[in-house]
């Protein structure tokens, strides 16, 4: 996490966070931390605000009948926490987020399963369009505490370049 202190007045100094279009390079990789224990409430949760409505995600019993034996986590859960995970280290200072490619997931997370995440610098580019900004793609890396991959994807945002975030332009 690329975290920043700078100085706004005297002994009162202010915490930034994230990579400005310059500070990221090919081949890059950033450990996310902290990791995230999921519990149950968690993933019912989730499901509920998602309107899910698979017993695999939280009727116990009909879980118990499955090849995994136990409820899993909704993958959409594991996915958009790993995007939060990722959010200080690659997209704290995004214009927006311009799609996420090849979302894989190769193991089952569950209750308990503590969650870890690392994103590799793919590729960058100026934007044809705007000056003030560049593209950035990333491949994220989902693990358990086994380190098993359980996820991955690849995620391409416009992030501001120095001087034209809104961290920027608002003195944050």
């Given at each position: ?51 899910n ?5 939280f ?34 200072k ?8 090849e ?25 044809k ?44």
């Open positions: 996490m690329v975290h920043n202190v700078k100085q706004v007045g005297e002994r009162r100094f202010r915490e930034s966070f994230g990579r400005h279009y310059e500070d990221f390079n090919i081949g890059d990789i950033y450990e996310h931390r902290p990791g995230r224990t999921i519990t149950e409430t968690d993933n019912t949760w989730f499901t509920l605000l998602t309107m409505t698979h017993p695999m995600h009727d116990a019993e009909y879980a118990k009948a499955s090849e995994f034996g136990k409820c899993i986590v909704c993958s959409p859960l594991t996915v958009a926490l790993m995007v939060g995970m990722s959010v200080s280290d690659v997209s704290q995004a214009i927006a987020n311009l799609g996420w490619d979302i894989k997931l190769t193991h089952p997370l569950y209750a308990g399963d503590t969650l870890t995440a690392e994103s590799e610098v793919l590729d960058k580019r100026e934007s369009s705007r000056a003030s900004a560049g593209l950035v793609s990333v491949k994220t890396t989902g693990f358990n505490q086994h380190g098993t991959v359980v996820c991955h994807f690849k995620r391409t945002m416009l992030i501001a370049r120095r001087g034209h975030s809104v961290e920027d332009k608002v003195g944050y």
